[in-house]
């Protein structure tokens, strides 16, 4: 028997990589093709695009260690400490903590981190029992390493202490509009936060962050404006086209559009613990389990794996 790692964002990858690191056998099985989750890159006009998290940071002495050993290794780099806020007021720059970027794409770390572990992938988990079990089969314990209204989907009513961990977690959508245009017709401004605006949320200089200097934008829009188009998301480009435009002062229309929904894009509360693990060998970890990016998603699926480790071994 081993743990069942369900989901292989990057809080599932890390929990397993510590379960792995304490010799406690561990599976992880992923219903999407590939590993990452919201660490999204995808393929557009034969081109790599973030869709997904825009950047990270890294505060955590353990994390950055591990961003260090990525720098060396050229999958990530060092992209900017400014960013450009897009106010009705007027326009203005923000210093913060250096953002960091993936040359081929964030989801490239979770690849990083899947290397030599046993996961399956295009597999989704609908049913975790108290034992127990996954989708019928016994494990040792199960960790469910996702946002929480996914994780209610999939416990039984009886699990009563892993659904109430998640139960008050409340999740904002967003929409990821990929932007291509035929060049490069903006001033620098990085990534930029809207503020006040009824469609956009943040407006993201792809070329930039990834350094290739491709003419693609990436808009993030509003939970408000967001939820008119949860049904059929494919038809806000035009809206987003428009707003990006006017927002940034552009002439080019952009020549190719896509659009991606998320539906659980981000938690509005932080959690006060680091994970959930309870006495029948349910874990819970992501970004919910303190302020959420990915550096507390790393941090919650890697602190639960250590304390499950300690209590198995
Ligand atoms: C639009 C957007 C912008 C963001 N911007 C930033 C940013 O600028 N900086 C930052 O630090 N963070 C950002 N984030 C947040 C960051 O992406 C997340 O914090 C982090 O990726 C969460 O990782 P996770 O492993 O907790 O969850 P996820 O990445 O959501 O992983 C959960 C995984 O579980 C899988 N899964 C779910 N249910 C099942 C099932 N039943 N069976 C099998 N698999 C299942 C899913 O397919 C998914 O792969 C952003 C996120 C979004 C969506």
Redesign the pocket.
């Known amino acids: 028997m081993s743990v069942v790692v369900?989901?292989?964002?990057?809080?599932?990858l890390a929990c397993a990589r510590a379960l792995t690191e304490a010799g406690v056998a561990v599976r992880v099985?992923?219903?999407?093709k590939v590993c990452?989750?919201?660490?999204a890159t995808k393929r557009y006009n034969n081109r790599r695009t973030d869709i997904?998290?825009?950047?990270?940071?890294a505060q955590d002495e353990a994390f950055t260690s591990l961003v260090t050993k990525w720098q060396s290794q050229g999958l990530v780099r060092e992209w900017t400490d400014t960013l450009t806020v897009l106010d009705p007021d007027g326009t203005h720059r923000t210093t913060g903590p250096m953002r960091w970027a993936a040359p081929n794409g964030l989801r490239s770390l979770a690849e990083n981190l899947a290397e030599g572990l046993d996961i399956t992938t295009g597999?989704?988990?609908e049913w975790i029992e108290p034992g127990p079990r996954v989708d019928g089969v016994n494990a040792t314990a199960v960790v469910l390493?996702?946002?929480g209204p996914?994780a209610l989907r999939?416990l039984h009513p009886s699990l009563t202490s892993a659904r109430t961990a998640v139960e008050a977690q409340h999740w904002l959508p967003?929409l990821?509009v990929t932007l291509t245009y035929p060049a490069r017709t903006w001033p620098d401004f990085n990534g930029a936060f809207v503020n006040d605006h009824p469609i956009l949320q943040t407006v993201f200089d792809d070329g930039a962050r990834r350094g290739d200097n491709a003419p693609v934008l990436v808009a993030?829009t509003t939970p408000s404006f967001t939820e008119h188009y949860v049904a059929d998301p494919s038809v806000a480009d035009h809206e987003v086209e428009a707003a990006v435009r006017q927002v940034l002062d552009l002439t080019d229309k952009a020549t190719s559009t896509h659009v991606h929904r998320?539906t659980y894009?981000?938690p509005t509360k932080p959690g006060t613990s680091p994970f959930h693990l309870d006495d029948q060998h349910i874990g819970i970890a992501?970004?919910a389990w303190g302020y959420?990016?990915?550096?507390?998603?790393w941090l919650s699926g890697t602190a639960l794996g250590n304390a499950l480790a300690a209590q198995l071994t």
């Open positions: 369900v989901g292989a964002g990057i809080a599932g099985v992923e219903r999407g990452g989750g919201r660490l997904g998290a825009a950047y990270f940071t597999h989704t988990v390493a996702m946002p996914q999939v967003t990821a993030h998320w894009a981000s992501g970004d959420p990016r990915t550096e507390t998603a």
